[in-house]
């Protein structure tokens, strides 16, 4: 997230709960803590926080300490656990 200065923050916390993560095909998905689903491009977290940091997003799941990150370039959408959606990249063009 932005401050009214234009300047990110240094951590954001946007969400906590289940969600899921639906990435582009060639994200990769090695790096993940035990206990998350993983289907063909979408990671379930069944409760978590997301953290929004300089680039990208940091994801802590089921009371994992280490948090796992993907760039922004990597994540198609965010949704909470009912569908919501928490966030959705843009097009900037």
């Given at each position: 997230?932005?401050?009214?200065?234009?300047?990110?923050?240094?951590?954001?916390?946007?969400?906590?709960?289940?969600?899921?993560?639906?990435?582009?095909?060639?994200?990769?998905?090695?790096?993940?803590?035990?206990?998350?689903?993983?289907?063909?491009?979408m990671i379930i977290v069944e409760n978590g926080t997301i953290?929004?940091?300089?680039?990208?997003?940091?994801?802590?799941?089921?009371?994992?300490?280490?948090?796992?990150?993907?760039?922004?370039?990597?994540?198609?959408?965010?949704?909470?656990?009912?569908?919501?959606?928490?966030?959705?990249?843009?097009?900037?063009?």
């Amino acid at each position: 997230m932005y401050t009214s200065t234009g300047r990110s923050s240094e951590r954001y916390c946007g969400y906590n709960g289940g969600f899921s993560i639906t990435v582009i095909p060639r994200a990769n998905k090695k790096h993940l803590p035990k206990g998350i689903k993983i289907t063909e491009n979408m990671i379930i977290v069944e409760n978590g926080t997301i953290y929004e940091v300089a680039g990208g997003v940091q994801f802590y799941a089921n009371g994992n300490s280490d948090p796992f990150y993907y760039s922004i370039c990597d994540i198609i959408s965010v949704k909470d656990s009912e569908g919501n959606l928490l966030w959705n990249k843009k097009p900037y063009w």
